[in-house]
Every structure is written in structure tokens, then in C-alpha cells.
Nanobody
Framework: QVQLVESGGGLVQAGGSLRLSCAAS????????LGWFRQAPGKERESVAG????????LYRDSVKGRFIISRDNAKNTVILQMNSLKPEDTAVYYC?????????????????WGQGTQVTVSS
């Protein structure tokens, strides 16, 4: 059983930044690919960013490339999403996610463990 706990969400003005953190129970990060999804009201859950267990490969949704940076620290069992130049369309609940199987893409149906989610609201 893996528990993921997000923190760092909140309200920010357009153009501002937020740093989301996800902490996992135990020392399991090296066995999972990790990343983030988000879901806005009335919309489907969509991928945001993923990072392989080695930390050597990352994947970003096109709309966040150049603005968001994902990183992980396996020794601390944490994964970080640094969000810069935020836009109102980034408003959503952000979920930390862990995938045990080594796959070639980052989609919600492959997720083994979900965090509870943290609200990010970007005002204009």
C-alpha cells in the first residue's frame, strides 16, 4: 500500500508561480514512475507531467512545456512540480500519481496509486 500526499496548492494571480510537492509513504520511489494529472470542473482528467523512476526521462503535456518543471528526489521520497507563468486555464485539482509498471506513456488508466488532490486556482 502506497500513500501519496500532495501539498502546495492555493490561489495565485496569472503569471505567478506555485510549487507542488508529493510525499510518498515508505522508501518506494525508486520502484515507480511518478507524476501529475489534473482535472478541471466538467472536464476529463488529463496528464500534466511524468518522470521515470531513474529521474532521467520526463514527459510534459504540450500546454505546460516551458512553464512547468517536474523533478524527484528518491532519497526523500518526493516528487515536485514547479509551475511558472500560470494561466487561468491551469486552474484544476492536481493529483500526484504513481505507476509501478514501466510503460511508454503517461495516462490515467495506468495509474496504480493516486494522491487525494490539491486545488490550484489561477485568477486573472
Amino acid at each position: 500500500q502506497v500513500q501519496l500526499v500532495e501539498s502546495g496548492g492555493g490561489l495565485v494571480q496569472a503569471g505567478g508561480s506555485l510549487r507542488l510537492s508529493c510525499a510518498a509513504s515508505g522508501r518506494i520511489f525508486s520502484s515507480y514512475d511518478l507524476g501529475w494529472f489534473r482535472q478541471a470542473p466538467g472536464k476529463e482528467r488529463e496528464s500534466v507531467a511524468g518522470i521515470k523512476r531513474s529521474g532521467g526521462s520526463t514527459l510534459y503535456r504540450d500546454s505546460v512545456k516551458g512553464r512547468f518543471i517536474i523533478s524527484r528526489d528518491n532519497a526523500k521520497n518526493t516528487v515536485i512540480l514547479q509551475m511558472n507563468s500560470l494561466k487561468p486555464e491551469d486552474t484544476a485539482v492536481y493529483y500526484c500519481a504513481a505507476v509501478r509498471r514501466q510503460l511508454n506513456f503517461w495516462i490515467a488508466v495506468d495509474v496504480d496509486y493516486w494522491g487525494q488532490g490539491t486545488q490550484v486556482t489561477v485568477s486573472s
